[in-house]
């Protein structure tokens, strides 16, 4: 099959995947919220954070740097896989220390347990990792599609039966974990079925990956704390039972980016890295896989912003209008954000991740001033701060990323901002141009 066919089937496929997950995330988050209190997803939410940031470590980047090096061989293949599982097994001893410190920092002793319950999924995720990263890598996404759509499956229906048998916080926690258990040991049995497993580690082959990963853990870390600074901070200052508020707003509007942006940028970065030698090439493809970022995310969160009060009413009950504001102005901050994400697939493409970490250093030297100016006022105002933050940020990454390795004007960038009804239109009838 053809690039293009690739390209066009691999979007296809991960339209499919995303949007059951999200789907599936959307009835699961609905139904709990009937059963659960406010706290608890406060809870899930610092768990989610604490163990989002060490997941980092244990990838070291090398899943970007796997996407960008095209040739490599099984022994490499082979010390990269149990790099990740010795790590995990590290990781997951040093979470399990420190969970009751940082359950005495937000005043919660239930993290105790719940933080080396949920680190769990750490390992599991070891076991299967590398696997979907080459079928990604080989662009079978069908094959991801469907795997990530059982294992979610699993998942929804293990936490609606803990939340109704009255497990509160825990049903949110067996949920994740039964979603990871299953898709990771998918990867794993077909991987060992497709490759087979060495046991062989050299660290010299492993070298050169961890060269280009080092970068990228560093801009994912510092990345880290750019998106979810707010939960930290608010869970810290405010409480978990505003912090659940918060919370849920924020997944509301994350959704429609978790649907839309997967489909495009999973399929960009190994379709960029195939082009990465060609400038041309390269900033053709890139500036359109942004266009058709903007284009797609613009018109849903207008939409989620005027229908804000009726989704919040569907999905989460009566009892959580009262974030319906922060709804509203955070449809915006994720507009912006989802734009950068082309941004993160050009950067793994061409192994510049570098620069992407210093990027990330930049962004998170202006992220906590919008966010403690936002905090003297009100939740509604941090939601707002983060927002023009966030535009102004988008402007900056035209010179600081899209130029240094494109060579793309800004006048072209911006114009590739602007949406594309026509293409929106194109998208719907499933005609998706890829160049």
Sequence with gaps: ????????????????????????GLIKISVLARFLDAEDFGLMALVTFVLGFMDLFMDMGLTSAILHKQDITDKEYASLYWINVIFSLLLFGIISLVSPAIADFYEEP??????????????LSALGRQFKTVEQKHLNF?????????????????????????????ALVYAALTQDAISNAIYFIQGLRDRGMMIYFKYREAKPFLKIGIYQVGGQIVNYFNRDLDILLI?????????????????????????LNPIITKVASPVLSLVQDDQQKLREKFLSFLNLVSTANVMVYLLVAVFAYPLVYVLYGQSFLNIVVVVQILSAYMYFRSI?????????????????????LIVLSIMPVAIYIGALFS?????????????????????????RITGSSFKKYLLKLVPDLK?????????LPTS
Excluded: H
């Design 1 to 24: 099959m053809s690039l293009k066919g690739k390209t066009i089937s691999g979007v296809k496929w991960t339209t499919v995947s995303t949007v059951t997950l999200a789907v599936v």
């Design 235 to 259: 869970g810290k200052f405010l409480g978990s039972e505003v912090l659940g508020g918060y919370s849920l707003a924020k997944q509301l509007v994350k959704k429609p980016m978790s649907i």
């Design 379 to 403: 939740i509604e105002a941090i939601a707002l701060s983060l927002s023009l933050t966030m535009l102004c940020l988008t402007l900056l990454a035209w010179r600081f990323i899209i130029f």
């Design 423 to 431: 293409r929106l239109y194109r998208i719907i009838l499933r005609e």
């Design 340 to 360: 950068g994400n082309p941004m993160g697939g050009l950067i793994i493409a061409t192994g510049r991740t570098d620069l992407g970490f210093y990027w990330n």
């Design 142 to 170: 069908r094959y991801i599609a469907l795997t990530d759509i059982a294992g979610a499956a699993v998942g929804l229906i293990v936490g609606v039966l803990y939340a109704v048998w009255g497990y509160g916080v825990y």
């Design 110 to 123: 239930e993290l105790t347990i719940l933080i080396p319950l949920m680190a769990v999924s750490i390992m």
